[in-house]
């Protein structure tokens, strides 16, 4: 058990859809990750966010976008959902220091674009 | 997105033998993890590595930071069943304004026959 939890399990929504997907992480990190994992393939970085701000972005196009909130919860919002879209999105939650800067993760949401 | 070069993509060995994959990078990291992911799961942290040429051991888990700071390799030894699923490497920069972001292998797959 890491105490990083995320909803929903699972969700299916339609090519052009919004979806937001909620992650809640171990009390007191400051910082929240999040990946998308295609299947077969290792999870690639979307973005970061740190005390609240955005941190750092992978190779994602701007519909994809988060919010971090005080009480350690966090989401991930997706607008005009592709197919492509499809994959298992984790979050990650560690607090940033200097030098040690473990990730622990959650279960993930599997979300399926029709 | 970037990825690193993890082999082999898939094992299939017999309960009791020991087991070696290892990840390469054309970029340096300072800091190495080995995660391990079950079906439906996201991926647990085994072993990070925090210093080139250190070699750190969790149980029957021992796991190489590269001296060259680009490959770092993972043992199992006396493999049991439960050792079962898919074991990624993830490179990670930390300190002086990296985000610490993972940047995952392809993953190897594990198959332990009793």
Known sequence: ETGVTQSPTHLIKTRGQQVTLRCSSQSGHNTVSWYQQALGQGPQFIFQYYREEENGRGNFPPRFSGLQFPNYSSELNVNALELDDSALYLCASTFLSGSVNEQFFGPGTRLTVL | ?114
């Open chain 2, 1 to 114: 997105g970037q990825q690193l070069n993890q082999s082999p993509q898939s094992m299939f060995i017999q309960e009791g033998e020991d087991v070696s994959m290892n990840c390469t990078s054309s970029s340096i990291f300072n800091t190495w993890l080995w995660y391990k992911q079950d079906p439906g799961e996201g991926p647990v942290l085994l072993i990070a590595l925090y210093k080139a040429g250190e070699l750190t051991s969790n149980g029957r888990l021992t796991a190489q930071f590269g001296i060259t700071r680009k490959d770092s390799f993972l043992n199992i030894s006396a493999s049991i069943p439960s050792d079962v699923g898919i074991y990624f490497c993830a490179g990670q920069l930390v300190g002086s304004g990296n985000t610490g972001k993972l940047i995952f292998g392809q993953g190897t797959t594990l198959q332990v026959k009793p």
